[in-house]
């Protein structure tokens, strides 16, 4: 079956404009999770959904960052007014359940550049 | 919160050999701990992982190894081959639904003909 989907894959944005993530968890996918990923690191945790809940948004770097997931199924991740500083591949996983332990299946991410 | 620390952070091996990379954690809340192989531009795939309750497990040439007292998990690849070349992230899970992964900063693992 399909896997996690992102659009767009690349996002050329310059500073101060608004821009939108899109995500498709795998059909049934109960959890969704997005993640930050710098060049060169690992992915650092934004936010978490179950089912349309947002659950836990511990990790977003500031009130420029949003998220929702309206019907529980497709997220999008918003950022108002970009920095350079939010430069970086944004990466959404979903889970099938909400046990700690299910494997999160990653989309390719979407590489943000902002000029 | 979870920090995870992972080391070597650059790893070059002869095809054929081993390689070995260690992640230690800071919670002992923690209770599941996947690795990831992450390919240039692509996305992050698990490859093995391992629960709290489990010390070794093994899927071919991939094994994964847990002491919970040190709080320090890791990762064998025997018999290296080059599609082995990749990033590969180690993470950690605190117990809990609704709890998100902490991953390593990620190894670099290079194998050479």
């Known amino acids: 079956g399909a896997g996690v989907s992102q659009s767009p894959r690349y996002k050329v944005a310059k500073r101060g404009q608004d821009v939108a993530l899109r995500c498709d968890p795998i059909?049934?996918?109960?959890?969704l999770f997005w993640y930050q990923q710098a060049l060169g690191q690992g992915p650092e945790f934004l936010t978490y959904f179950q089912n349309e809940a947002q659950l836990d948004k511990s990790g977003l770097p500031s009130d420029r960052f949003f998220a929702e997931r309206p019907e529980g199924s497709v997220s999008t991740l918003k950022i108002q007014r970009t920095q350079q500083e939010d430069s970086a591949v944004y990466l959404c996983a979903s889970s099938l359940k909400v046990a700690a332990t299910y494997e999160q299946y990653f989309g390719p991410g979407t590489r943000l550049t902002v000029t | 919160g979870e920090n995870v620390e992972q080391h070597p952070s650059t790893l070059s091996v002869q095809e054929g050999d081993s390689a070995v990379i260690k992640c230690t954690y800071s919670d002992s809340a923690s209770n599941y701990f996947p690795w990831y192989k992450q390919e240039l531009g692509k996305r992050p795939q698990l490859i093995i992982d391992i629960r709290s309750n489990v010390g070794e497990k093994k899927d071919q040439r991939i094994a994964v190894t847990l002491n919970k007292t040190a709080k320090h998990f890791s990762l064998h690849i025997t018999e290296t081959q080059p599609e082995d070349s990749a990033v590969y992230f180690c993470?950690?899970?605190?117990?809990?639904?609704?709890?998100?992964?902490?991953f390593g900063t990620g190894t670099r693992l290079q194998v050479t003909l």
């Open positions: 059909s049934g996918h109960v959890s």
């Open positions: 993470a950690a899970k605190l117990t809990g639904t609704a709890s998100k992964l902490t």
